[in-house]
C-alpha cells in the first residue's frame, strides 16, 4: 500500500495551442508560471488544449508529471534537451516526492487553495514522440507505467510554485496509478481480467478508462 502522503509542486507550467506538424496543432510546449496562478474547473488559467476530444475537460483539468522520473529518462535518452527544464511532457505541475506507484485513483490533494482528485494516468499519444524526434517515446511510457496523472478539479482556488500537495483522502488504496495504467493501457488485462472488471464499476475512475475496462472485460 502507497505510505507516501505528499509531493511539492515545484514548478507550474502553462500553455496554448500553437502549430506543432502540419496543419496539427497543439499545446505541449508550455511555460512555467511566476507567482499564483487560478486553478478553475478546467485546470489553470492561461493553458489551453487544441484537440478538446482526446485532451482536456473535467477528468483531464490538471496534468501531473513526476520529476523524480527525469533522471531514468536522462539515462535513456541522454543529452536530449528537453530535460534541461521541467515540461519535457506537457505537464502543468513538474511535482517531487511521489510518483505513478505512490499516488491512487480518487486521492484527493490540496493544490493552494484548492483540491484536485485524481482521476486516471495519462495515456501517450504520437505526438510525445514527434516532441522528442524519437520513435518509441510513447512505447516507453506503455512499458514502464510512467505515465503521468491527471486530475479534475474538486474545489477551485490559487496555487504557486513551491506548494506541497497534502493527501486528504485515499478512498482507493489499492487502485494505484501504476497498477491501472498497467491493467488497461499496458496490456495487464490479459493475465488480470477479474481486476479490469472491477476497473469498469469503479466511478471515480475517469468515464473513459472506465469504458475501456468494460471494453476490455468482455
Known amino acids: 500500500m502507497p505510505a507516501l502522503s505528499s509531493m511539492i509542486a515545484q514548478t507550474l507550467l502553462v500553455g496554448l495551442p500553437r502549430p506543432f506538424r ?10 512555467a508560471v511566476a507567482g499564483p496562478v487560478r486553478v478553475g474547473w478546467l485546470g489553470l488559467e492561461g493553458d489551453g488544449v487544441a484537440d478538446p476530444v482526446h485532451h482536456g ?14 533522471d531514468w529518462w536522462r ?3 541522454p543529452g ?9 511532457f506537457g505537464e502543468n505541475i513538474a511535482s517531487r516526492g511521489m510518483t505513478e506507484t505512490d499516488i491512487c ?4 490533494f490540496t493544490f493552494g487553495s484548492a483540491i484536485l482528485e485524481v482521476s486516471h494516468g495519462r ?26 496523472v491527471y486530475f479534475r478539479v474538486i474545489r477551485e482556488g490559487e496555487a504557486a510554485a513551491g506548494d ?5 483522502e485515499r478512498p482507493q488504496p489499492s487502485w494505484t496509478v501504476e497498477r491501472v495504467f498497467r491493467l488497461l493501457i499496458g496490456g495487464g488485462h490479459k493475465r488480470d481480467p477479474e481486476s479490469v472488471a472491477a476497473l469498469s464499476t469503479l466511478t471515480v475512475l475517469a468515464e473513459a478508462w472506465r469504458s475501456r475496462a468494460a471494453q476490455l472485460a468482455r
Do not use: E
Request: proline share 4%; glycine share 8%.
Open 164 to 168: 506541497v500537495m497534502t493527501l486528504l
Open 123 to 148: 495515456q501517450p499519444c504520437w505526438k510525445l514522440d514527434y516532441r522528442f524526434g524519437v520513435r518509441d517515446i510513447s512505447a516507453t511510457i506503455v512499458k514502464s507505467a510512467r505515465c503521468g
Open 105 to 108: 485513483v480518487g486521492d484527493r
Open 57 to 70: 475537460g473535467w477528468d483531464k483539468a490538471v496534468h501531473l508529471y513526476a520529476q523524480d522520473h527525469y
Open 22 to 31: 502540419g496543419n496539427d496543432h497543439s499545446a505541449i510546449a508550455k511555460a
Open 75 to 77: 539515462d535513456r535518452r
Open 80 to 88: 536530449h534537451p528537453l530535460w534541461d527544464a521541467p515540461g519535457a
